[in-house]
């Protein structure tokens, strides 16, 4: 009797819980079994969604400074030696821009920034190879020097920085620079080993002492300890390492035509004139007079390095100081800003490209012509004493037009310690080019990489080149018929020396 009592109860207690959730769910107090529900609705009506149409964010002026300063104690990171399976790296060729330095500018009536541009070991930022490399650069002597390069300081050695010396922050960038890609090259590619011969290393730079020295700190990451007796350090004359073909009238005409479209976009910013005056004003000296020292480059170094930015006190008749007037980030967020603003507008000109395929085709045709030495000879005796990494050390305005030119406008101007390194491939064997080793420039390819990003298929060269699994990389054809020919297609000419000497309107 007991037991058909509790069974009772069970089955009631039961039948009011189904109708209590039937309740619930008609009254959509609870939801319902999406996945069911979306699936006897069909694929009509998935649920999408909604897209919120928005203005894309503007450049934000200061995360982009903080890009441009390049830490050194970030986490280097780069897809630099990495390729399919069973290809091999035949060369490597880099150019850098120099590490962080001291300003060329000084904005009047203020305070230089206090910079120690000595090295040591102890001051951050420093580097497991910093000691040893100022040890090694006292070996200097031992190496072979063109021209001046001999004489100029191998380390920034002045307690305060002079106008535009590498400090220790800019050593220690391309101490990382070259240790990450001796990770990427030597390590995992064995591209040099430890005979490695002096016709297969190149090293150039101008006679600057901040490019001397970046690439000094970039080869000392590259090859810790490198043989001086085997090293030639060569000088260009030229920013634009335009070697013996840097006559170029045209280049000119297109450089001094974006400088006034450069101008005339500066005065036009009202924002950036009203911020001009306001600077002016708090450091009590003429508008015109702090344009011409160029204040963003010192503003420049005060953000790198996490100085407070310049005062300048005003005094009053009776020469007693007045209320201490000080430049602030908003001045320089504005003048950052409109550097932003003037890369689009430079893009949408049209001018500086023009500009920047006269002044760079030079380094890039040496550039072609080594890598297509090698790429012949990638299978004789002969290719070992190619040079299979070459370094470039080199300014701003030499690596801002090799990259318009190459087609990568969009990325940026570029930052200090930037890297651009151009990659020599040698496919795996395929039947069809067994009978062709050796020979030709079948199965040779080419990889473009900036900072570490691989911008191969970004680039004017290989934008509209089919990308398989067949083919992975861009053909080294490719990159050839572009710097001999087809660079030279939006001037309307089809040689460098027909373009430098045609008219410009």
Not at 12 to 20: D, E, M, R
Not at 69 to 95: F, I
Not at 228 to 249: D, I, Y
Not at 466 to 484: E, H, I, T, Y
């Amino acid at each position: 009797m007991l037991a058909r009592t509790r069974f009772i109860m069970v089955v009631v207690v039961g039948a009011l819980l189904a109708v209590l959730s039937f309740s619930l769910q008609y009254l959509h107090l609870i939801p319902t079994n999406p996945v069911a529900d979306q699936r006897s609705q069909g694929k009509s009506r998935k649920r999408v969604n909604p897209v919120l149409h928005t203005e894309p964010p503007s450049p934000d002026p200061i995360r982009d400074t903080h890009q441009y300063c390049n830490y050194p104690n970030l986490t280097e990171h780069g897809w630099e030696g990495h390729s399919p399976a069973d290809y091999k790296l035949l060369s490597v060729q880099v150019m850098i821009r120099h590490g962080d330095r001291y300003p060329l500018y000084s904005i009047p009536k203020t305070k230089r920034p206090a910079i120690d541009c000595t090295l040591t070991d102890k001051r951050k930022p420093s580097h497991p190879l910093l000691a040893s490399f100022i040890n090694h650069m006292a070996l200097g002597g031992r190496g072979h020097w063109d021209a001046s390069l001999g004489s100029l300081p191998r380390l920034p050695n002045h307690s305060s920085c002079e106008t535009g010396e590498l400090t220790q922050t800019g050593v220690v960038q391309h101490l990382k620079n070259g240790d990450h890609l001796r990770q990427a090259y030597i390590k995992r590619h064995n591209l040099l080993t430890d005979d490695w011969s002096p016709r297969q290393l190149w090293v150039e730079t101008t006679g600057k002492s901040r490019t001397l020295q970046s690439g000094l700190a970039f080869l000392f990451g590259f090859l810790p300890n490198f043989d001086w007796s085997r090293l030639t350090v060569r000088q260009q004359w030229s920013t634009l390492f335009c070697g013996s073909s840097c006559e170029c009238p045209a280049r000119n005409r297109y450089l001094d035509q974006d400088q006034r479209r450069q101008y005339r976009h500066r005065t036009a910013n009202t924002e950036l004139e009203h911020t001009y005056v306001a600077m002016a004003k708090a450091l009590g000296v003429a508008t015109k007079t702090l344009r011409a020292a160029n204040p963003v480059d010192a503003l420049l170094c005060h953000f790198c390095h996490s100085l407070a930015f310049p005062c300048s006190s005003t005094r009053t008749l009776s020469d007693t100081p007045a209320e201490e007037a000080c430049l602030t980030l908003q001045h320089f967020a504005v003048i950052r800003r409109q550097q932003k603003d003037d890369e689009l507008d430079r893009r949408e000109a049209g001018i500086y490209r023009r500009y920047a395929v006269l002044a760079a085709h030079p380094y890039l045709n040496r550039t072609a012509t080594r890598l297509e030495r090698i790429a012949k000879s990638r299978q004789t005796r002969r290719g070992k004493e190619e040079a299979v990494f070459a370094l470039a050390s080199a300014h701003d305005v030499t690596m801002a037009p090799l990259l318009s030119a190459l087609g990568l406008e969009g990325a940026g101007f570029p930052r200090f310690a930037a890297r651009l390194v151009f990659e020599l491939w040698n496919g795996p064997e395929v039947k069809e080019n067994s009978r062709k080793k050796g020979k030709g420039l079948d199965n040779v390819f080419i990889r473009v990489l900036y900072n570490g990003e691989d911008l191969t298929f970004d680039t004017a060269f290989c934008r509209d080149h089919r990308r398989d699994s067949a083919q992975p990389l861009c053909p080294l054809g490719n990159f050839l018929s572009f710097v001999k020919r087809d660079m030279f297609n939006i001037i309307n000419a089809t040689s460098y020396q027909q373009a430098c000497h045609q008219n410009v309107l």
